[in-house]
């Protein structure tokens, strides 16, 4: 069993829409994170949490939230989707004993606002 | 500019090639370097830590100049199986979370 899991894999939804990306991983990590990948932009940092109900903005976190309710989930909402944010969506755990760590991704959501 | 800027590729070799990327970095503060593989629609793995003395890791080498900021990875001997976007990973480290994926150098090995 994969140790990131990201559900859903897939989602096509209209502008306006809200929308919860659900992060779950059962690598016992502290620090989780979301990302968003376009092409030719790199991963792009939306929020991060180091420990429950801890959050962090990240470098695009506009339009965006999250919510950290327990270690093993972290979930990424679009309140009002609109087209711009279509994407791919990832999310990663680290654990917590160093400066930097290995990031551990999920496999990725594939989101398309129409 | 972008912090952490790469050339995008692609890279096509042959098999058994020699390849390497490079990979420049913009802030000095910058703490720490990695070069993380993802493989196509794939999540991104990390392939490495880069130091300042270099460091192998079989096929595998990675550089770090801190004087003129920037990162590399050599592969030698290129296999099929390389084939791949390879990313450029630097942690600035200071004051928080500061982290920068570069946009990646995808390679295509062919046989």
Same mark, same amino acid.
């Given at each position: 069993d994969a140790d990131v899991t990201q559900t859903p894999r897939n989602r096509i939804t209209k502008t306006g829409k809200r929308i919860m990306l659900e992060c779950s991983q059962t690598k016992g990590h502290d620090r989780m994170y979301w990302y968003r990948q376009d092409p030719g932009l790199g991963l792009r940092l939306i929020y991060y949490s180091f420990d429950v109900k801890d959050i962090n903005k990240g470098e695009i976190s506009d339009g965006y939230s999250v919510s950290r309710q327990a270690q093993a989930k972290f979930s990424l909402s679009l309140e009002s989707a609109i087209p711009n944010q279509t994407a791919l969506y990832f999310c990663a755990t680290s654990d917590a004993s160093g400066n930097y760590n290995e990031q551990f991704f999920g496999p990725g959501t594939r989101l398309t606002v129409l | 500019r972008k912090e952490v800027e790469q050339d995008p590729g692609p890279f096509n070799v042959p098999e058994g090639a +020699?390849? !390497?990327?490079?990979? =420049? *970095?913009?802030? @000095? !503060? @910058?703490? @720490?370097f990695f070069w993380y593989r993802q493989d196509c629609r794939k999540e991104p793995k990390l392939l490495m830590s880069v130091y300042s003395s270099g460091n192998e890791d079989g096929r595998f080498t990675a550089q770090l100049n801190r004087a003129s900021q920037y990162i590399s990875l050599l592969i030698r001997d290129s296999k099929l199986s390389d @084939? !791949? =976007? *390879? %990313?450029?990973?630097?942690?600035?480290?200071?004051?928080? &979370?500061? +982290?920068? &994926? /570069? !946009? /990646? +150098?995808? %390679? &295509?090995v062919k046989a």
């Open positions: - | +020699t390849v !390497a990327f490079n990979c =420049t *970095y913009s802030n @000095s !503060a @910058s703490q @720490s @084939s !791949a =976007t *390879y %990313l450029c990973v630097v942690n600035r480290g200071t004051g928080g &979370f500061k +982290t920068i &994926f /570069g !946009a /990646g +150098t995808r %390679l &295509f």
